[in-house]
């Protein structure tokens, strides 16, 4: 019975939250389930380390003394052969030797002269015997580097092995107790029309996000996808990085460049779905639909076209598990940001259902416990294997409990998720409200409904807001006027001035108050003017969009640079303050709707303030401070949003001291004044 599965942990997840209490039986029933898949795999394969270097055995590998040795799971299949640019592509020349459980190993012996009989950088297939009789093109799964040729739309596998490695020189940075992430893709990174380069990227991208204050990157569309446009989320080659940015010893200096600048890296990792494409994707590898997928409808994702994985099956498991262990050990990743959790959690894979919070939502027959289980495997894997620096992030928008708790609580393991109700509702307001009417106490309950001690990385917009069919906040708040009047020769006008104060004010309170870390995307941290639009048959193969327009915030006479000396300031306070740090206090003492002002506290020494009305300013705002400031233990403004230097009109003075006197206001003990001028946020200090 479930109520007699032992979860080591499970009162420290009903210390969090009493009502999962209801849902206890549920909880052990699932965490029996993982438990006894790990001790499956301790006893078939001599434990989870083991089982995750899949990498080291699958595959194509040249061997110690020149030869080649390949291992396949193909278990539909009537035979396999490879040919390639090394034997002048004979179909048949290289058979393999049918082995137990679905698998087929080939061994080549070295040239007579000692070489290796498969040459660095030549390309190589797998020519799969199916059982309708055909003798079809495939690309190994577990293949490190596929390319294709210029206008040719279809990838080939080449054998990359060559005879100078990168070798890192920087360890892996530690666990950010504050975790401020740049949402990056490397292809568009150049203001120029065209696919950027991984050594663009190093040289150019991670020097202006270091100067920017953020201590991570997240790249996207790194593991390789046939079509460009699909961002990287129709994964063709789980272990191959993308080629269209440069070779694997590219990505890795990139990597280790950053851990020199103690930025950490992340890899925005797709395990919910893979590409529908045959010649160069998993799909079909065998010649089944069943081939590391579910068959039938049930392998497919009606809404993504798509295929879904199998995690019950056994070489499907070794293939994901191996792949997260591949991009640790060979590129030196930090972690992970899992796409698409919402579709992996639920049978229904999140389609139509709203979730309202009703907790059995999340413990029904909708949940599927074999993909929850294979989450909690993975998280159980990367944090025992590696403890010291390993970060997991879960794309949700369904918000299931303890997802972000210990997997030894009955948790589902994550470190952080996403945030995701906080850019919805910061573009529903954009959309359809103007800023006199908008409702912060629904904004401040937005913010702040966030599970306790689950962990949320805020954000204003990311790249889904950034796509075309959509508009980045800069676009919603300025639109056309961002042609016209961001020249600092151009006559004043209201339109800017209004956006760039809410653009500065929406992200500031975002950071502030919305979860224990903070994510932008590439370029939204100067008002990037436009969406983001790849090269597709619809646009004409046009790269317009395609790119970031660094020119824009370079250029002193524009005023996209204030935006980002304002974003630049808000990371580096951060950084001094760690106010996302986990556990630090955070109490909303204000959020007055006529006046439209919000403060609230952070880790005891921080008091934002915000006022958003459009015209009125206030002298002597009278608001609540829980901590003294009497002299000389004052407070002192440390960021103002208004200040000349982000574009604003000055209209404060910094030497200004604050003192606070000894009146309780707002629930707090005590009570300072202040100016707080209109569309404008202030943070004060206490002074040590």
């Known amino acids: 019975m479930s109520s007699q599965i032992e979860v080591p942990y499970i009162d420290k997840l009903f210390e969090a939250d009493g009502y ?51 291992l396949e799971w193909a278990p539909m299949a009537e035979g396999i052969y490879l040919r390639g640019d090394f034997n002048s592509w004979n179909q048949t020349q290289y058979p393999f030797k049918k082995l137990d459980f679905g698998k087929w190993e080939l061994t080549i012996p070295p040239n007579p002269d000692g070489s290796c009989p498969i040459k660095h950088n030549t390309k190589v297939k797998l020519v799969m015997h199916t059982r309708g009789g055909k003798m079809e093109d495939r690309l190994c799964p577990w293949a490190k580097r596929v390319t294709r040729e210029e206008k040719v739309p279809v990838y080939d596998q080449v054998f990359w092995d060559p005879p100078e490695q990168y070798v890192f020189k920087h360890k892996h940075p530690k666990q950010p107790a504050s975790l401020r992430i740049y ?36 790249l996207m569309a790194i593991m390789e996808h046939a079509y460009y446009a699909s961002f990287g989320y129709q994964v063709t080659s789980f272990f191959a990085a993308s080629g269209r940015f440069g070779t694997p010893e590219e990505l890795k200096e990139l990597v280790d460049t950053a851990h020199s600048l103690g930025i950490v890296v992340l890899l925005d990792v797709v395990h919910s779905h893979a590409s529908k494409n045959v010649v160069d994707g998993l799909n079909m590898f ?17 809404l993504w076209d798509s295929r879904l994985f199998n995690y019950t099956q056994w070489e499907t498991l070794r293939f994901l598990l191996s792949n997260l262990r591949w991009w640790i050990e060979e590129y ?79 948790g589902g393991g994550f470190d952080y998720r996403l945030a995701m109700a906080l850019p919805d509702m910061w573009i529903k307001n954009l959309k359809e409200k103007s800023d006199d009417d908008w409702d912060f106490s629904n904004i401040i309950h937005t913010l702040t409904n966030r599970r306790y001690t689950e962990k949320c990385i805020a954000y204003a917009e990311s790249h889904d807001q950034a796509l075309v ?39 500031l309170i975002t950071m502030g108050l919305g979860g224990e870390g903070y994510l932008n995307f590439i370029g939204n941290e100067f008002g990037h003017p436009e969406w983001l ?81 459009a015209n009125k300013s206030y002298t002597d705002y009278k608001i609540g401070v ?4 009497k002299y000389p233990l004052l407070y002192k403004i440390v960021l103002d949003s208004d200040s000349g230097v982000y574009g604003g009109h000055k209209r404060l003075d910094h030497s200004t001291d604050f003192f606070t006197f000894n009146e309780a206001w707002d629930d707090r003990q005590n009570a300072l004044m202040v100016y707080i001028p209109c569309r404008t946020a202030i943070v004060l200090a206490k002074q040590d």
Not at 43 to 61: C, D, Q, S, V
Not at 193 to 217: C, H, Q, W
């Open 533 to 613: 639009d790849f090269p597709r048959v619809g646009n004409n193969e046009s790269f317009h969009y395609c790119r970031r327009q660094w020119n824009l915030v370079d250029d002193n006479l524009l005023k996209y640079k204030y935006l980002a000396n304002f974003d630049r300031d808000m990371q580096h306070l951060e950084k001094h303050y760690g106010w996302l740090a986990p556990g630090a206090q955070q109490y909303v003492s204000r959020k007055h709707q006529s006046d439209k002002v919000v403060v609230f506290e952070r880790v005891n020494k921080l008091v934002f303030i915000f006022n958003f009305h």
């Open 626 to 629: 829980n901590v003294p400031g």
């Open 469 to 507: 069919g959509d508009k980045t906040l800069a676009f919603w708040l300025m639109d056309k006027e961002m042609y016209t009047h961001m020249s600092e020769l151009a006559p004043p006008s209201l339109i800017i001035d209004r956006g760039m104060a809410l653009h500065k004010m929406i992200r």
């Open 286 to 302: 065998d010649g089944s639909d069943s081939c590391y997928f579910h068959s039938g409808g049930k392998g497919t994702h009606d």
């Open 20 to 70: 999962l209490r209801l849902h206890e039986g549920e909880i052990r029933r699932r965490y029996g389930c993982f438990k006894k898949l790990l001790s499956q795999i301790d006893a078939n394969e001599g434990g989870l380390e083991k089982f995750t270097r899949g990498y080291e055995r699958f595959g194509i590998h040249r061997t110690s003394d020149n030869g080649i040795h390949v």
């Open 183 to 218: 949402e990056s893709h490397v292809g568009i990174a150049s203001w120029q029309g065209k696919v950027a380069s991984y050594p663009e990227f190093t040289r150019d991208m991670l020097p202006r996000i270091a100067k920017l204050g953020y201590n991570a990157i997240q």
């Open 332 to 410: 030196q990743f930090d972690g992970f940001r899992f796409d698409g959790v919402t579709s992996m959690l639920y049978h229904s894979h999140g389609i139509g259902h709203g979730f309202s919070g009703d907790y059995n939502e999340y413990f029904g027959l909708n949940t599927d416990t074999d993909s929850l289980v294979y989450m909690m495997m993975s998280n159980h894997m990367l944090h025992t294997l590696y403890p010291d620096f390993i970060i997991t992030i879960a794309e949700d928008v369904s918000g299931m409990p303890a997802l972000c708790r210990h997997v030894s609580e009955g």
